[in-house]
């Protein structure tokens, strides 16, 4: 199977704040706040962010920032495989069914 044609889901424990364009991440690990393990996305990455949605598929979600940044769709493809990547190393975010 193709990786754009997966899917990805965000993972729970975290709070989400979209502030002034750019949407910041805390996780919660013990019922608090890890304020060391603190994310922020930038323009870009919140637009991601906000496609994930266990249903949109990798493929689909760089077809949407190529279209919204009017950027090509393969290097929108290679932008966004990358970012959800370096999401899933950080445990953010995991492979959908």
Known sequence: MDA??????????????DIVGET??????GQ???????YTLNEVGSAIWRLIDGQTSVAQ??????Q??????EQ????????????ETTGLISPGA
């Open 4 to 17: 754009t044609s997966k899917y990805v889901i965000k993972q729970g424990g975290c709070v989400t704040r």
């Open 61 to 66: 979600i760089a077809e949407a920032i190529a």
């Open 68 to 73: 919204q940044y009017n950027i090509g769709v």
């Open 32 to 38: 608090v706040g890890d304020l060391d393990s603190i």
């Open 76 to 87: 929108a493809t290679q932008d966004v495989t990358e970012f959800l990547g370096s999401l």
């Open 24 to 29: 910041i991440i805390v996780p919660i690990r």
